[in-house]
């Protein structure tokens, strides 16, 4: 069992910066994916970036790419996000998520098998 908190979420101005975070407990990500995901009111659930935690590829969607990049930290068991650049349609609750099949970083929600509780990203124009 894996257990995800998100935090850094908040209310910024368009084209500040963000950076969350998402502290993995219960055991080892080594071999997992992780991915970040957002859903705004009234919309599904979109992938949003990616990473393999065991050989660090990475993968984004087209409408953050160039402004978000995805890490992690193996001695803090952390992965993070940072945004830049935000846009009022960045606004969203966003979610971490693990994937724990090795393979390469995906995009489908389905493929993940731990989500955190997720965290409020609001964006003002």
């Known amino acids: 069992q894996v257990q995800l908190v998100e935090s850094g979420g908040g209310l910024v101005q368009a084209g500040g910066s963000l950076r969350l975070s998402c502290s993995a407990s219960?055991?080892?990500?080594?071999?997992?994916?992780m991915g970040w995901f957002r859903q705004a009111p009234g919309k599904e659930r979109e992938f949003v970036a990616a990473?393999?935690?065991?050989?660090?590829?990475?993968t984004y969607a087209d409408s953050v790419k160039g402004r978000a990049t995805i890490s992690r930290d193996n001695a803090k068991n952390t992965v993070y996000l940072q945004m830049n650049s935000l846009k009022p349609e960045d606004t969203a609750v966003y979610y971490c998520?693990?994937?724990?099949?090795?393979?390469?970083?995906?995009?489908?929600?389905?493929?993940?098998?731990?989500w955190g509780q997720g965290t409020q990203v609001t964006v003002s124009s």
């Open positions: 219960g055991r080892t990500l080594s071999t997992y994916v």
């Open positions: 998520a693990a994937d724990r099949r090795l393979g390469p970083p995906n995009r489908a929600p389905g493929s993940y098998d731990y």
């Open positions: 990473i393999s935690w065991i050989s660090g590829s990475t």
